[in-house]
């Protein structure tokens, strides 16, 4: 028995059962429909001045948006993210900072650097 790796080729759509393909063509169909409607609402000369086309999906979206602090649930996953993302990188920087200082402290205390060839001299 061989498994047969299925590539899709929009040129070469063979490997389609009827089903699918019936499918495929209702999926097709539908968008087309729900774009020439929302095109003549779009371009509809006898809507009022001002005003806006109601879309349930940007109105879901949009609530989402809105709601989404109240419905957060913290996990681990979300601290993760939080920290990697946003503590990590200043917790890293403030360390290189003070290490690059530091060193260069010590450079200056030990007088292994003139002062004409100081950093920041004038501040």
């Known amino acids: 028995m061989s498994v ?9 759509t063979f490997d389609l059962s009827s089903d699918e393909l019936r499918a495929i063509q209702e999926r097709a169909q539908r968008a087309s429909k729900l774009r020439s409607e929302w095109q003549k609402k779009l371009s509809s000369p006898y809507k009022p001045v001002g005003s ?35 503590f990590l990188p200043i917790i890293a920087m403030a360390w290189w900072i003070d290490k690059d200082r530091s060193q260069r402290e010590k450079e200056y205390r030990e007088g292994k650097v003139a002062y004409r060839d100081r950093y920041w001299k004038f501040i």
């Open 52 to 86: 806006y086309i109601f879309d349930p999906a940007l109105q879901r979206f949009i609530s989402m948006r809105a709601n989404y602090w109240p419905m957060f649930k913290p996990t681990i996953k979300n601290f993760a993210y939080a920290f990697t993302g946003a």
């Open 4 to 12: 047969q790796k299925r590539t899709w080729d929009p040129n070469k």
